[in-house]
Nanobody, 122 residues
Framework: QVQLVESGGGLVQAGDSLILSCAAS????????VAWFRQAPGKEREFVAAISRCDRSTNYADFVKGRFTISRDNAKSPVFLQMNSLEPEDTAVYYC???????????????WGQGTQVTVSS
């Protein structure tokens, strides 16, 4: 069983940047696609970005608009989410999750981290 731990959240101002990290314990990310989701108060959990287990190809939500970058060096390294030009609308708890295949649906993911809070002030 892979356990996921997110870190890097915090309180920033609009226009600032943050780097979120998702680390795996118990196993590596080998064989898994990794995604970031977010959930704001009163809203459903939504897809942010994903990186494929096979070729490290990436997928992003439309609202990312080139501001966010998901990356990882190899199956043993953490997965990062570089977030630039943050907006107040990006305020949410950010979660990483793993699945055997990349999907934008939260229901397709097997394991989740506990989340890290990102708050963007205007």
């Amino acid at each position: 069983q892979v356990q996921l731990v997110e870190s890097g959240g915090g309180l920033v101002q609009a226009g600032d940047s943050l780097i979120l990290s998702c680390a795996a314990s118990g196993r590596t990310f080998s064989g898994y696609s990794v995604a970031w989701f977010r959930q704001a108060p009163g809203k459903e959990r939504e897809f942010v970005a994903a990186i494929s287990r096979c070729d490290r190809s990436t997928n992003y939500a439309d609202f990312v608009k080139g501001r966010f970058t998901i990356s990882r060096d190899n199956a043993k390294s953490p997965v990062f989410l570089q977030m630039n030009s943050l907006e107040p609308e990006d305020t949410a708890v950010y979660y990483c999750a793993i699945a055997g295949r990349t999907s934008k649906s939260p229901s397709k993911y097997d394991s989740w981290g506990q989340g890290t809070q990102v708050t963007v002030s205007s």
